[in-house]
């Protein structure tokens, strides 16, 4: 198990969770509305540490999570996200930070675009919004 602590106002705390006695030492639900950012920072955190596998689902974050991919989906809408498209855009982050940093230069921009986790070198190109700095 995972553990997680945060300290809450006690008069918070009892408006959202009447007897939270009962949930001491037990799995937060984390479908209710105020376990959501957790929920979604923990989301947001398994796709940047699994971003680079290529074949990374929904279905495989939220089985590292124990959640359904429904939950997961849904935590990511809340905030105005989908799935695919945060971790596109994960991807697209890393591969321009070796793109840019002196220590990748000696990588071909294929090598970068698979290490981001994109299937293909014109994945990658599709993503930059500029004009890539190196040739594939």
């Not at 799995?27 to 971003?51: N, V, Y």
């Not at 695919?84 to 994960?90: D, I, K, R």
């Amino acid at each position: 198990y995972e553990v997680v602590h945060v300290k809450l106002p006690e008069s918070w705390l009892l408006r959202q969770l009447p007897h939270p006695e009962v949930l001491v030492g037990r799995a937060l639900p984390f479908d209710q509305h105020w376990a959501r950012p957790l929920l979604r920072e923990r989301i947001k955190g398994c796709i940047l540490d699994r971003c680079a596998d290529a074949s990374l689902t929904a279905v495989d974050v939220a089985s590292a999570l124990n959640v359904s991919a429904a939950t997961v989906h849904r935590t990511l809408a809340g905030s105005g996200d989908t799935f695919g498209a945060y971790l596109a855009a994960v991807r697209k982050q890393i591969a321009v930070r070796m793109l840019e940093s002196p220590s990748f230069r000696q990588l071909s921009f294929d090598e970068i675009g698979r290490r981001a986790g994109f299937i293909d070198a014109s994945r990658l190109r599709s993503s930059l919004s500029k004009p890539c700095p190196r040739g594939g």
